[in-house]
C-alpha cells in the first residue's frame, strides 16, 4: 500500500474535482456541489469549523443519480462519480443482474448508484441511524429506485443488540463495544452477514460493498461459511492494522487483493475471490 508525492496527489484531487463536476446537470447543482465542498474542504477540515448536521434541500443532479445534499453526501458523491472509488477497477462496476450488499449503506448514495446499473438485479442496504435510513429511502424515492431493500440494522460478527454511537456527521457514525446511555448513544439490532444471506435467500454476493468505520474485519468474521459466496468486496479501513486484519482474513479464505491504485483511494482495498473470477 504505496502513498504518492504531495504534488502527485494535489493534481489526482483536481482531476477528480474536474470529472465528477462535469457530471452536474446543470449550473445551479455543479455551483451547490462545488460550495458545500469548499465549504467541508476548507471551513471543516482546515479551520475547524463545526461540521453542518442535518440536509440542505437543494438537489444536486448528475447523469446517474439526484441527492439532497450535506456535506457528507457531497463527498460521497465525490468518491464514487470522481474518484470512482468502489469501481476502479472495471469489474467492481455492478452488472446488469448482480446481487449488491451495501453494508453502511448511509444515506445510499452508493445504493443509488448500484440500483442503477443492476436492472434485473437487486441491491440490499444495510444502515442502523434511523437519521440515514430516512434520508436513504428518501434517495430511493427521488430516484425512482425499486430494486432495493434498506435493512435496517448493523452487521456485526454476532446476533442480538449492539450499541450504535452517533458521529459528527452523517458518515461518522458506528458501533461500539459496551451498552452506553445517554445523548448520541441508540440500542440497534445487529445481524451476521451469514444470517443475512439466509434470511433473504441470497445462494450469493457479486459485490459486497463494506464501510463501517472500523468495524469491517467484524463485518467480515461474521461471514462464516458464505464468504465463499461471495465474488468481490470492497471496503473502507481506518487503520494499517484493520488493513492487515482485513487482509487476512480474507486471503486465508481464497481472496487476492488488488493493488492499491492511489492517493484518493488509499484507504479503499478491493479483494476478488479467486475461485469464482478466476485466475488472471
Not at 207 to 223: H, T, W
Request: hydrophobic share 35%; with cysteine.
Amino acid at each position: 500500500m504505496t502513498t504518492n508525492s504531495r504534488p502527485g496527489m494535489l493534481a489526482e484531487r483536481s482531476l477528480l474535482y474536474a470529472k465528477t463536476l462535469l457530471t452536474a446537470r446543470d449550473v445551479k447543482s455543479l455551483y451547490t456541489a462545488l460550495l458545500v465542498k469548499l465549504e467541508d474542504e476548507v471551513l471543516v477540515e482546515r479551520l475547524g469549523r463545526p461540521r453542518r448536521i442535518g440536509t440542505r434541500k437543494q438537489t444536486v443532479v448528475n447523469f446517474d443519480i439526484s441527492f439532497y445534499c450535506d456535506n457528507h453526501t457531497v463527498s460521497m458523491y465525490y468518491e464514487i462519480f470522481g474518484a470512482t472509488a468502489y469501481s476502479f477497477f472495471p469489474a467492481f462496476v455492478p452488472q446488469e443482474a448482480d446481487i449488491v450488499v451495501d453494508v453502511g449503506a448511509n444515506q445510499g448514495i452508493f445504493t443509488c448508484y448500484a440500483a442503477k446499473r443492476v436492472p434485473r438485479g437487486w441491491v440490499y442496504a444495510v444502515e442502523p441511524d434511523p437519521e440515514n435510513q430516512s434520508w436513504l429511502k428518501s434517495h430511493l424515492e427521488l430516484n425512482r429506485i425499486s430494486n432495493a431493500t434498506v435493512i435496517p440494522k448493523c452487521v456485526g460478527d454476532r446476533t442480538g443488540k449492539a450499541c450504535f454511537k452517533k458521529g459528527d456527521s452523517s458518515g461518522t457514525g458506528c458501533v461500539v463495544d459496551g451498552s452506553e446511555q445517554g445523548p448520541g448513544f441508540t440500542e440497534v439490532e445487529q445481524i451476521t452477514l451469514e444470517e443475512m444471506m439466509t434470511v433473504y435467500q441470497l445462494p450469493k454476493i457479486d459485490l459486497l460493498k463494506i464501510d463501517v468505520e472500523g468495524f469491517e474485519a467484524r463485518v467480515l468474521s461474521g461471514a462464516g461459511g458464505r464468504l465463499g459466496s461471495i465474488r468481490r468486496i470492497v471496503l473502507e479501513y481506518h487503520s494499517p492494522t484493520l488493513a492487515n486484519e482485513v487482509a487476512g482474513i480474507l486471503q486465508g479464505k481464497g481472496f487476492r487483493l488488488l493493488q492499491n491504485p492511489g492517493p484518493v483511494r488509499s484507504h479503499i482495498l478491493y479483494f476478488e475471490n479467486s475461485a469464482l473470477c478466476g485466475r488472471q
